[in-house]
């Protein structure tokens, strides 16, 4: 798939709006900023590219902030006003082919703009996430339920209190202790319940041990570098935060094992260039030739994609693996591609039709609900967990690795684009084959 070619400097654009915006002349600013107006000149229509002190002298010239002029920002400001523009009601419609004017004439509008649109993203994260909580995290459920059941035992006991008049003292006494041991079974589960509310938008007092895992994980980027060399597994997550349970290291431990061998079958001293070769190429993204090259299955290799550390040029991987019952056991997301924590995963996604064709690849590509909507191509497949077992049970396991459209080479000609979502409670998509439960955000 052909790369988009490379936008043009808007530094220029914006130089020249806030000139004319301080109704100063190109060679009164010239001379303030310490440029030859023909230098200057060239500039302003992005024929030059100025360099970081000759930025920073018109920034004090026009007594902005020198970021204001900065090429990446006005890019990401660009990126946000066009996905702020994807979710546009209907009847408005944005002129989205001129957010570069917008962006050069007003950067202040253009910036505050792109704040509320990354402000109104993460709102509507975090609904989707205490939403999801509300309806299917356990931990939730059980303190819900101890609660009921202290309040119901305390008010059967005070009635029975209430209404006898003529007790024996040793029955009246024994109801009183009753009432004081259920309130304090109260208060501790309230307590207790207000303490995981306050945690839960932080990556401590999780609900389970594989959230404290993945939470230890995506702190570290998902990147362990101790991996790469082996090492002493109980020393290295000692007293980590995250690891709060003793359930929790376990993980952590057989994750690191299973990492440490991941990286011995794909050391980064050969699998980086690669890649680096791969994705600067533009060629399209084919995990199948990879695996070939270096000898290792696809779901080695989907591991590896999704745990490496950061490198100009090689995309960020998601990936997603389940057992035999479909339950997630693994979840590594991306941008565009969010994976539910609580309750069950969109049916549709490839890595459950793997799971019922064991030892044949799937490719498809997918286009996430969103908004905008994300694009990826999924690469699932599912096998034995242990491929030397003869004797049952077998135990099975699927991977989904998820790469942006972008640079994965996007979908091949008569391919469909397969719609999918995060979890049904929380995809928009309103007629989905798919569907088990209404959404609480369609519409």
Do not use: K
Not at 36 to 53: F, K, Q
Not at 85 to 109: M, N, S
Not at 194 to 207: M, N, W
Not at 337 to 343: E, H, I, T, Y
């Amino acid at each position: 798939m052909p790369r988009p070619a490379p936008r043009p400097a808007l530094s220029g654009t914006r130089i020249r709006a806030l000139r004319t915006a301080r109704r100063l002349g190109q060679a009164d600013l010239a001379r303030m900023a310490g440029v030859s107006p023909s230098y200057l000149n060239l500039i302003e229509h992005n024929r030059r590219r100025a360099s970081a002190p000759v930025l920073e002298a018109i920034a004090r010239a026009l007594q902005i902030p020198a970021e204001a002029l900065d090429e990446r920002a006005g890019d990401a400001q660009i990126q946000a006003l066009r996905t702020a523009a994807a979710r546009a009601q209907p009847g408005t419609e944005p002129e989205v082919d001129r957010a570069d004017e917008l962006v050069g004439r007003f950067p202040g509008w253009a910036a505050l703009l792109a704040q509320l649109q990354t402000l109104a993203e993460a709102q509507e994260r975090i609904i989707e996430r205490l939403s999801d909580r509300m309806a299917h995290d356990p931990n939730l459920s059980a303190s819900l339920h101890e609660i009921v059941s202290a309040v119901t035992s305390v008010q059967s006991t005070a009635a029975i209190l209430a209404e006898s008049e003529d007790l024996e003292p040793e029955w009246r006494a024994l109801f009183h202790r009753n009432v004081h041991d259920d309130s304090v079974r109260l208060a501790n589960a309230a307590e207790a319940l207000v303490a995981f509310l306050d945690t839960s938008s932080e990556e401590t007092g999780l609900a389970a041990p594989q959230e404290e895992l993945e939470s230890w994980l995506e702190r570290q980027g998902f990147h362990v570098a101790a991996v790469e060399a082996g090492g002493d597994w109980a020393a290295l997550i000692a007293g980590q935060a995250e690891l709060a349970s003793a359930a929790a290291r376990s993980l952590a431990e057989d994750w690191l094992a299973r990492a440490h061998e991941d990286a011995r079958a794909l050391p980064l001293g050969r699998l980086m260039p690669v890649l680096v070769r791969v994705f600067t190429a533009g060629a399209g993204f084919a995990p199948e030739e990879l695996a070939r090259h270096f000898g290792v299955g696809l779901a080695q290799l989907f591991r590896r994609l999704a745990t490496l550390p950061p490198e100009p040029g090689i995309p960020r991987f998601g990936l997603a693996i389940c057992d035999g019952s479909g339950t997630l056991t693994f979840r590594r997301p991306i941008e565009g591609f969010q994976l539910p924590r609580f309750g069950g995963a969109c049916p549709l996604w490839p890595l459950y039709e793997a799971l019922l064709r064991p030892d044949r690849p799937v490719r498809a590509p997918v286009e996430f609900a969103g908004r905008p909507p994300g694009r990826f191509i999924a690469h699932a497949v599912a096998g034995a967990r242990d491929p030397l077992r003869f004797e049952p049970p077998f135990v099975w396991e699927a991977s989904m690795l998820v790469t942006p459209a972008s640079v994965a080479g996007g979908a091949a000609e008569g391919e469909a684009v397969r719609a999918l979502g995060s979890s049904c409670r929380v995809c928009p998509r309103e007629f989905c084959p798919g569907r088990r439960e209404p959404s609480i955000v369609s519409g």
